[in-house]
């Protein structure tokens, strides 16, 4: 297992098999690069760390829905066309 940074190791996946016990102590202080032919694959990270990027994103997620939700409800009075109209205008129909 190589340390690359202070949050990131590199594991080979094969060398994973022999060390799984050791990657699971490892996860705990940053997270472990799997790589295939030195390739990445995959992340393996602590699970509360992955909680808390899932409550991240969630977050995010419904900041920019409610964005867009804003952004639509501005531009209600705005004149709209129908989806056939505005095919035919660009000339897909």
Same mark, same amino acid.
């Given at each position: 297992? /190589? ?5 990131? *190791?590199?594991? !080979? &996946? *094969?060398? /994973? ?5 050791? &990657? /699971?102590? #490892?996860?705990? +202080?940053h997270s472990v690069i799997l790589t295939r032919r030195?390739?990445?694959? !995959? ?10 990027? @899932? @409550?991240m994103l969630d977050e995010i997620e419904d900041i920019?829905? !409610?964005?867009?939700?804003k952004e639509r409800l501005a531009r209600k009075d705005? +004149? ?5 109209? *505005? #095919?035919?205008?660009? !000339?897909?129909?």
């Amino acid at each position: 297992m /190589l340390t690359v940074k202070e949050e990131s *190791a590199i594991i !080979g &996946v *094969a060398e /994973l098999r022999t060390k799984a016990a050791d &990657v /699971l102590k #490892e996860i705990k +202080k940053h997270s472990v690069i799997l790589t295939r032919r030195n390739r990445p694959v !995959g992340v393996i990270i602590d699970y509360d760390e992955y909680e808390k990027m @899932q @409550q991240m994103l969630d977050e995010i997620e419904d900041i920019v829905l !409610g964005n867009i939700a804003k952004e639509r409800l501005a531009r209600k009075d705005k +004149k709209m066309i129908a989806l056939e109209e *505005a #095919e035919k205008r660009v !000339g897909l129909r």
